[in-house]
T-cell receptor, first 112, second 113 residues
Framework: DTAVSQTPKYLVTQMGNDKSIKCEQN?????MYWYKQDSKKFLKIMFSYNNKELIINETVPNRFSPKSPDKAHLNLHINSLELGDSAVYFCASSVQGVNIQYFGAGTRLSVL | DAKTTQPPSMDCAEGRAANLPCNHS???????VYWYRQIHSQGPQYIIH???NNETNEMASLIITEDRKSSTLILPHATLRDTAVYYC??????????????FGKGTSLLVTP
């Protein structure tokens, strides 16, 4: 009964491949986020969705495409993976109008 | 958002109180102070937040100075499981949509036996 769950936990892939990371929350929240944590441990926002609509899209290559099929899910698809995409990706969710966010356990992506 | 400054690292003996400071001298009147932590290999975890008054919950206490230019997160009886990076974040309340949290470098707290 994990509140925010991400799959897979680990993802190892070759450069140039396309991969997806899935995120689901069972908290009834209407806002979901993707953050990236690089090797220096800086945690930065990538995208934010509210009620399935994109509301934040930071400077992220267009190889990254978030998709929200419903309020409980926010998936991240990455095309043409590059070495620099190696990082830990965190999904989070919150209630609209509240700055308390609940994070998943992260997906560690390694691009070889 | 107001900028925050935290010491890069701190140590604390197990069972003692851990007092983590945060400076936010440019905070504006309706910005809140939030604290999150990230235990190694886990996602960030919300701890507590406040506007003006001191706050306490089951995890920690938050002391905000009267001028609101600094705050202190207090873990009253630190345990080894409290070893983590602690982030102080100053943020306006979201008006209608969720806002991203701007995580800085935080303070790496090491609780020792």
């Amino acid at each position: 009964d994990t509140a925010v769950s991400q799959t897979p936990k680990y993802l190892v892939t070759q450069m140039g491949n396309d991969k997806s990371i899935k995120c689901e929350q069972n908290l009834g929240h209407d806002t979901m986020y993707w953050y990236k944590q690089d090797s220096k441990k800086f945690l930065k926002i990538m995208f934010s969705y509210n009620n399935k609509e994109l509301i934040i899209n930071e400077t992220v290559p267009n190889r990254f495409s978030p998709k929200s099929p419903d309020k409980a899910h926010l998936n991240l698809h990455i095309n043409s993976l590059e070495l620099g995409d190696s990082a830990v990706y965190f999904c989070a969710s919150s209630v609209q109008g509240v700055n308390i966010q609940y994070f998943g356990a992260g997906t560690r992506l390694s691009v070889l | 958002d107001a900028k925050t400054t935290q010491p890069p690292s701190m140590d604390c003996a197990e069972g003692r109180a851990a007092n983590l400071p945060c400076n936010h001298s440019t905070i504006s009147g309706n910005e809140y102070v939030y604290w999150y932590r990230q235990i190694h290999s886990q996602g960030p975890q919300y701890i507590i937040h406040g506007l003006k008054n001191n706050e306490t919950n089951e995890m920690a206490s938050l002391i905000i100075t009267e001028d609101r230019k600094s705050s202190t997160l207090i873990l009253p009886h630190a345990t080894l499981r409290d070893t983590a990076v602690y982030y102080c974040i100053v943020r306006f309340p979201p008006s209608n949509s969720g806002y991203a949290l701007n995580f800085g470098k935080g303070t790496s707290l090491l609780v020792t036996p």
